[in-house]
């Protein structure tokens, strides 16, 4: 059983289109997050839900947009998508603990913007 | 406050021993360690929650200074399978939101 799933695997779209990542965990945990990677292996922390909540909230254009709709999903909605925003997402999920906790990550999505 | 990781890349022959540093301007409350696979998502490999705390898992072990406010992490007799990039990650002030260094490629050949 996969552990934190995420689909698409891989997603090529245009400039201007909207899109969504569909992210998933079995695990029980209580905390979700998104994660962007850059072309320069930069992992850097999007958003973070935890029992729906959202916790963390970094400066990401507000083009993009997460939904938990339980504590098992987050999903990530992007408008009006950009050049830029090409780079692999991952998701991954926690049991929330104060100094952080094992964080299970998505296989990711590489979304290229043509 | 992004975690310093050095060195940025090291390439080893298999059986050879490689440290990965991290450190911080900030009070380290704890230092997270996940190693990536080329196309794969990071896979954590451990975390120090004390300062003076060790750790180890097969020939892997990590210790973490927090006087110094860094960590580092221990590759002892190189494998080819630990090539990969490892990341250090602090969460800021405490809570959950892990910041990640730039991480250090390694490689290890035959």
């Known amino acids: 059983d996969t552990a934190v799933s995420q689909t698409p695997k891989y997603l090529v779209t245009q400039m201007g289109n909207d899109k969504s990542i569909k992210c998933e965990q079995n695990l029980g945990h209580d905390t979700m997050y998104w994660y962007k990677q850059d072309s320069k292996k930069f992992l850097k922390i999007m958003f973070s839900y935890n029992n729906k909540e959202l916790i963390i909230n970094e400066t990401v254009p507000n083009r993009f947009s997460p939904k938990s709709p339980d504590k098992a999903h987050l999903n990530l909605h992007i408008n009006s998508l950009e050049l830029g925003d090409s780079a692999v997402y991952f998701c991954a999920s926690s049991h929330r603990r104060t100094g952080g906790n094992e964080q299970f990550f998505g296989p990711g999505t590489r979304l290229t913007v043509l | 406050q992004q975690p310093v990781q050095s060195p940025q890349a090291v390439i080893l022959r298999e059986g050879e021993d490689a440290v990965i540093n991290c450190s911080s301007s900030?009070?380290?409350?704890?230092v997270h360690w996940y190693r990536q696979k080329h196309g794969e998502a990071p896979v954590f490999l451990m975390i120090l929650l004390k300062g003076g705390e060790q750790k180890g898992h097969e020939k892997i072990s990590a210790s973490f200074n927090e006087k110094k406010q860094q960590s580092s992490l221990y590759l002892t007799a190189s494998q080819l399978s630990y090539s990969g990039t490892y990341f250090c990650g602090t969460p800021l002030g405490g809570s959950e939101k892990l910041v990640f260094g730039k991480g250090t490629k390694l490689t290890v050949n035959p």
């Open positions: 900030k009070a380290l409350y704890s």
